[in-house]
């Protein structure tokens, strides 16, 4: 056999082929020659002799025919070093001529040998000649003189004979490819999927077994699982001979793989071959440790396998996939691991739409929330509330959210808003429910007091409309289209233990209420790493009292208001200790400036004065003095507990008392408080020795006794400055990177919706800092943070617990600076916990 071009190859099973140097597919052809399958034979071209063809530099074409040592016709196809980047589609049937037509004629029949030869010269006209694919619209593939109409309309349009040598045909075949892959449009398409800028194309050159005789023949796909679910399936699809080689190309109808009560099958019609490919299959899957799709003829009852790929899968799929082949000792549990895109598991954590389904989009804005829902246009939270007291499920539309839309949130099934960013009211609230959320839609017109919404197209939406949000994409749509259930099946959980076993830094879960801690125990989170105590005040019945708290001009008025609260504050914080199961629970003291507990229209301006029996004109005075210009640099976190401790007194009191009340008939808790806003360690003294008299008190009333743990919440720059002095106070650090990113950038985190997308488009961010954590800013006071707290106190627990502690990226900058653990929403903590094994697994590899 001839070899002198080394960039030639006959695949064989020693030859030098390389995915590097000559493309996947030639490398997975060489592989499946090595597992002895009846696989054509195949010439592989590198992808410098593919450069040089496309430079015009062709080969010696009939050496490279005599290298398949064959007569049949000839196939090329592409081999991208990745099969995601593309490729010119693959052109079949080069060496149809006149003389090979007679002859097929006679030995298949004229209609086979028509059929054959016709569709050589249209894609040949089109792919090699690049004539106007229009010619041929008006030909009936059928006709008898099919032939002679198809090399006529050749001959008119390229003024010259339709070429009948096969050398000749595989040049011009081998040239347009080669020129294809190197035009601008298919380069940019490649680079958006991540090919280098000089990715080669390779390409196969391979011996055709055209599925065609007297005995059984015919062509398909066979593969060993369920695309969408994973589960063992034999599946695909086979065409035979006698049902027409037309119908496979136009996806019409063929055979069933596996018997199947509506039709006939390729397991009946040919048990033998069928067999021979379900082994073929295991094997290709036990050796090339894939599962692959077996494209495959069948000659006169002998099976050929002319190509194997990799089996398109669902994220679902992927991990059943992976998880199995690890299972079935084919991989190591750390590549099954390594197989799974993190972020891919928010398609089975959450109800997505059927990804073949067709879609009507209205219009996107920022994807907040992953997951998807339908339900009726709502303009309020007490419409969305009322929505779901009929059973009815809908979507709260809002320009923003706030506090008072929480309960709304819990009834509604997904929410909108016009404002906002990635770490807004709307987005964080949305993914602890794991609420499918789309903001900052401003391109759709919000008619809050008209209840409507306009589309950018034009079309109006009302109040009981079905819309569909896509908070995973970031998308509205009309109407409803067809949804996937989650999947947290057993291969979910199998991959998940593993993850535990591999990783090597904590995931904890942001979680405000027992449902929130109940989807945080499911998904295994190893404790909660922030509570937001002020998302319990909400309840109506405990507004009023929030109020009456708020509106005491005495100190004992308060304590009298806060004495009402205390039972249930006590109540919310048994009720997570119960569910946490002695886990370590991270509660953070009250946060948010007073004035978002009070009413901002008139008629609940009105109420208020109601409730508290108070002339309207104060309570809108009173109302008006609490507002302050930037509430966020206000008088909230810990600026409220030095200024009115009876909020923190009480609060430190619920948590004392549930610690002993959960304690008693559960596992041991040792709470951790932790104190919210800090900038000088003056602060934390001051809050230190008032939880310290109240755990006194509680533990002298009770007599028994109890351990907890005080830490900061390190979210103002300030405070990572002054780490070092003020760590001697603290248990724990964990930094609230969402005000840090906000603080150090000087970037209203409710308003950066705005801009945001101008700025990363424009690359003045590399990417929204709310998202994935500035490493560079930001990412340096959390290092000078940590190293300064950890000089002065090095058993302090280091962690972070703003949004970006579910990112994969700020998780890998976490564990560099030895952090102890990452806290995120509860639905991004199995997307934490598998993104921290990886980084685990990838450092052992080296
Ligand atoms: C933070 O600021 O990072 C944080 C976790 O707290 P919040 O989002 O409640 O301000
Ligand atoms: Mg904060």
Same mark, same amino acid.
């Given at each position: 056999?001839?070899?002198?071009?080394?960039?030639?190859?006959?695949?064989?099973?020693?030859?030098?082929?390389?995915t590097?140097?000559?493309?996947?597919?030639?490398?997975?052809?060489?592989?499946?020659?090595?597992?002895?399958?009846?696989?054509?034979?195949?010439?592989?071209? =590198?992808?410098?002799?593919?450069?040089?063809?496309?430079?015009?530099?062709?080969?010696?074409?009939?050496?490279?025919?005599?290298?398949?040592?064959?007569?049949?016709?000839?196939?090329?196809?592409?081999?991208?070093e990745?099969?995601?980047?593309?490729?010119?589609?693959?052109?079949?049937?080069?060496?149809?001529?006149?003389?090979?037509?007679?002859?097929?004629?006679?030995?298949?029949g004229?209609?086979?040998?028509?059929?054959? *030869?016709?569709?050589?010269?249209?894609?040949?006209?089109?792919?090699?000649?690049?004539?106007?694919?229009?010619?041929f619209?008006?030909?009936?593939?059928?006709?008898?003189?099919?032939?002679?109409?198809?090399?006529?309309?050749?001959?008119?349009?390229?003024?010259?004979? &339709?070429?009948?040598?096969?050398?000749?045909?595989?040049?011009?075949?081998?040239?347009? %490819?080669?020129?294809?892959?190197?035009?601008?449009?298919?380069?940019?398409?490649? +680079?958006?999927?991540?090919?280098?800028?000089?990715?080669?194309?390779?390409?196969?050159? +391979?011996?055709?077994?055209?599925?065609?005789?007297?005995?059984?023949?015919?062509?398909?796909?066979?593969?060993?699982?369920?695309?969408?679910?994973?589960?063992?399936?034999?599946?695909?699809?086979y065409?035979?001979?006698?049902?027409?080689?037309?119908?496979?190309?136009?996806?019409?109808?063929?055979?069933?793989?596996?018997?199947?009560?509506?039709?006939?099958s390729?397991?009946?019609?040919?048990?033998?071959?069928?067999?021979?490919?379900?082994?073929?299959?295991?094997?290709?899957?036990?050796?090339?440790?894939?599962?692959?799709?077996?494209? &495959?003829?069948?000659?006169?009852?002998?099976?050929?396998?002319?190509?194997g790929?990799?089996v398109?899968? =669902?994220?679902?799929?992927?991990?059943?996939?992976?998880?199995?082949?690890?299972?079935?000792?084919?991989?190591?549990?750390?590549?099954?691991?390594?197989?799974?895109?993190?972020r891919?598991?928010?398609?089975?954590?959450?109800?997505?739409?059927?990804?073949?389904?067709?879609?009507? !989009?209205i219009?996107?804005?920022?994807?907040?929330?992953?997951?998807?829902?339908?339900?009726?246009?709502?303009?309020?939270?007490?419409?969305?509330?009322?929505?779901?007291?009929?059973?009815?499920?809908?979507?709260?539309?809002?320009?923003?959210?706030?506090?008072?839309?929480?309960?709304?949130?819990?009834?509604?099934?997904?929410?909108?808003?016009?404002?906002?960013?990635i770490?807004?009211?709307?987005?964080?609230?949305?993914?602890?429910?794991?609420?499918?959320?789309?903001?900052?839609?401003?391109?759709?017109?919000?008619?809050?007091?008209?209840?409507?919404?306009?589309?950018?197209?034009?079309?109006?939406?009302?109040?009981?409309?079905?819309?569909?949000?896509?908070?995973?994409?970031? +998308?509205?749509?009309?109407?409803?289209?067809?949804?996937?259930?989650?999947?947290?099946?057993?291969?979910?959980?199998?991959?998940?233990?593993?993850?535990?076993?591999?990783?090597?830094?904590?995931?904890?879960?942001?979680a405000?209420?027992?449902?929130?801690?109940?989807?945080?125990?499911?998904?295994?989170?190893?404790?909660?790493?922030?509570?937001?105590?002020?998302?319990?005040?909400?309840?109506?019945?405990?507004?009023?009292? %929030?109020?009456?708290?708020?509106?005491?001009?005495?100190?004992?008025?308060?304590?009298?208001?806060?004495?009402?609260?205390?039972?249930?504050?006590?109540?919310?914080?048994?009720?997570?200790?119960?569910?946490?199961?002695?886990?370590?629970?991270?509660?953070?003291?009250?946060?948010?400036?007073?004035?978002? &507990?009070?009413?901002?229209?008139?008629?609940?301006?009105?109420?208020?004065?109601?409730?508290?029996?108070?002339?309207?004109?104060?309570?809108?005075?009173?109302?008006?003095?609490?507002?302050?210009?930037?509430?966020?640099?206000?008088?909230?976190?810990?600026?409220?507990?030095?200024?009115?401790p009876?909020? *923190?007194?009480?609060?430190?009191?619920?948590?004392f008392?549930?610690?002993?009340?959960?304690?008693?008939?559960?596992?041991?808790?040792?709470?951790?408080?932790?104190?919210?806003?800090?900038?000088?360690?003056?602060?934390?003294?001051?809050?230190?020795?008032?939880?310290?008299?109240?755990?006194?008190?509680?533990?002298?009333e009770?007599?028994v006794?109890?351990?907890?743990?005080?830490?900061?919440?390190?979210?103002?720059?300030?405070?990572a400055?002054?780490?070092?002095?003020?760590?001697?106070?603290?248990? &724990?650090?964990?930094?609230?990177?969402?005000?840090?990113?906000?603080m150090?950038y000087?970037?209203?985190?409710?308003?950066?919706?705005?801009?945001?997308?101008? *700025?990363?488009?424009?690359?003045?961010?590399?990417?929204?800092?709310?998202?994935?954590?500035?490493?560079?800013?930001?990412?340096?006071?959390?290092?000078?943070?940590?190293?300064?707290?950890?000089?002065?106190?090095?058993?302090?627990?280091?962690? !972070?617990?703003?949004?970006?502690?579910?990112?994969?990226?700020?998780?890998?900058?976490?564990?560099?600076?030895?952090?102890?653990?990452?806290?995120?929403?509860?639905?991004?903590?199995?997307?934490?916990?598998?993104?921290?094994?990886?980084?685990?697994?990838?450092?052992?590899?080296?």
């Open positions: 056999m001839q070899q002198d071009n080394p960039d030639i190859t006959f695949i064989t099973a020693s030859a030098p082929v390389a590097s140097s000559h493309g996947g597919r030639a490398k997975c052809l060489q592989r499946l020659v090595r597992l002895d399958l009846p696989v054509p034979k195949t010439v592989a071209l =590198s992808f410098d002799e593919v450069h040089r063809i496309a430079a015009g530099d062709m080969p010696d074409m009939a050496a490279l025919i005599a290298q398949l040592q064959s007569d049949s016709l000839i196939c090329v196809r592409p081999s991208s990745d099969p995601d980047w593309g490729g010119p589609g693959a052109i079949l049937n080069i060496g149809m001529n006149d003389a090979r037509h007679a002859e097929l004629s006679k030995s298949l004229g209609e086979a040998a028509n059929a054959l *030869y016709a569709r050589f010269i249209q894609s040949y006209s089109i792919h090699v000649a690049r004539l106007d694919p229009d010619m619209d008006d030909m009936d593939m059928a006709a008898e003189d099919i032939c002679e109409q198809a090399l006529a309309a050749y001959e008119d349009e390229a003024e010259e004979p &339709f070429p009948q040598d096969p050398a000749k045909q595989l040049g011009g075949v081998l040239r347009s %490819m080669a020129r294809a892959w190197e035009g601008t449009s298919a380069r940019l398409l490649r +680079q958006a999927k991540g090919a280098p800028a000089d990715a080669g194309l390779g390409l196969v050159v +391979q011996e055709m077994v055209l599925g065609l005789g007297h005995g059984e023949c015919g062509s398909g796909v066979l593969q060993l699982v369920n695309t969408t679910t994973g589960m063992p399936q034999t599946t695909g699809r065409l035979s001979q006698s049902q027409g080689r037309d119908a496979l190309e136009t996806g019409a109808a063929s055979l069933y793989i596996e018997k199947d009560p509506r039709g006939p390729l397991e009946e019609e040919a048990p033998v071959a069928f067999e021979a490919l379900k082994v073929h299959a295991a094997l290709m899957r036990e050796r090339l440790r894939e599962e692959m799709q077996i494209e &495959f003829t069948i000659e006169n009852g002998a099976v050929h396998i002319l190509d790929v990799r398109q899968r =669902s994220a679902r799929a992927a991990v059943r996939i992976a998880v199995q082949l690890a299972k079935d000792g084919i991989i190591p549990r750390e590549e099954a691991l390594m197989r799974i895109e993190p891919a598991l928010n398609e089975l954590l959450h109800r997505q739409i059927d990804p073949e389904a067709e879609r009507d !989009v219009a996107t804005g920022i994807a907040a929330s992953p997951g998807a829902a339908t339900g009726k246009i709502v303009f309020s939270a007490a419409e969305a509330q009322a929505s779901a007291a009929r059973g009815e499920n809908c979507v709260l539309v809002r320009r923003e959210t706030n506090p008072e839309d929480i309960r709304g949130m819990h009834a509604a099934n997904a929410v909108l808003t016009e404002r906002g960013g770490t807004s009211h709307a987005a964080v609230i949305g993914r602890g429910l794991g609420l499918p959320c789309v903001v900052g839609a401003s391109s759709l017109r919000f008619q809050m007091r008209k209840k409507g919404l306009i589309a950018p197209d034009g079309r109006v939406f009302r109040e009981g409309d079905v819309i569909t949000i896509d908070g995973s994409e970031g +998308q509205i749509l009309a109407g409803q289209p067809p949804m996937l259930e989650a999947a947290l099946d057993d291969a979910f959980q199998a991959l998940m233990d593993w993850a535990d076993d591999a990783r090597d830094i904590d995931v904890r879960a942001n405000d209420t027992p449902a929130d801690a109940k989807t945080a125990r499911n998904f295994r989170a190893k404790g909660i790493g922030l509570c937001r105590t002020e998302h319990m005040f909400f309840d109506a019945d405990r507004l009023t009292v %929030m109020r009456e708290m708020i509106f005491a001009d005495a100190s004992d008025d308060r304590r009298s208001a806060l004495e009402q609260l205390l039972p249930m504050q006590r109540a919310d914080f048994i009720e997570l200790f119960r569910i946490m199961e002695g886990q370590p629970v991270c509660i953070r003291l009250f946060d948010p400036p007073l004035h978002e &507990f009070l009413p901002t229209d008139r008629a609940g301006l009105r109420d208020l004065a109601e409730a508290l029996s108070l002339p309207l004109s104060d309570v809108t005075r009173r109302v008006e003095a609490l507002g302050e210009y930037n509430p966020m640099l206000g008088m909230r976190g810990v600026r409220l507990g030095i200024t009115i009876e909020i *923190y007194d009480m609060q430190a009191r619920a948590i008392e549930a610690t002993i009340e959960a304690s008693r008939d559960g596992d041991p808790v040792v709470p951790e408080i932790m104190i919210p806003l800090v900038s000088a360690k003056r602060e934390v003294e001051l809050v230190k020795t008032r939880v310290d008299a109240v755990a006194a008190a509680v533990r002298t009770t007599g006794d109890f351990t907890y743990r005080l830490g900061v919440m390190v979210e103002t720059p300030r405070a400055l002054r780490a070092e002095e003020i760590a001697p106070h603290c248990h &724990f650090f964990s930094f609230g990177t969402n005000d840090l990113t906000q150090t000087g970037l209203s985190r409710d308003d950066a919706g705005r801009f945001m997308s101008a *700025y990363v488009q424009q690359g003045v961010y590399p990417e929204d800092p709310f998202h994935t954590l500035d490493a560079e800013g930001v990412g340096e006071l959390l290092k000078l943070g940590a190293e300064r707290g950890r000089r002065a106190q090095p058993d302090l627990t280091l962690s !972070v617990c703003g949004e970006h502690g579910g990112s994969p990226e700020s998780i890998a900058f976490c564990r560099r600076i030895g952090l102890d653990y990452v806290s995120c929403s509860p639905f991004r903590v199995p997307v934490a916990r598998l993104a921290a094994a990886q980084l685990a697994i990838q450092d052992k590899i080296g």
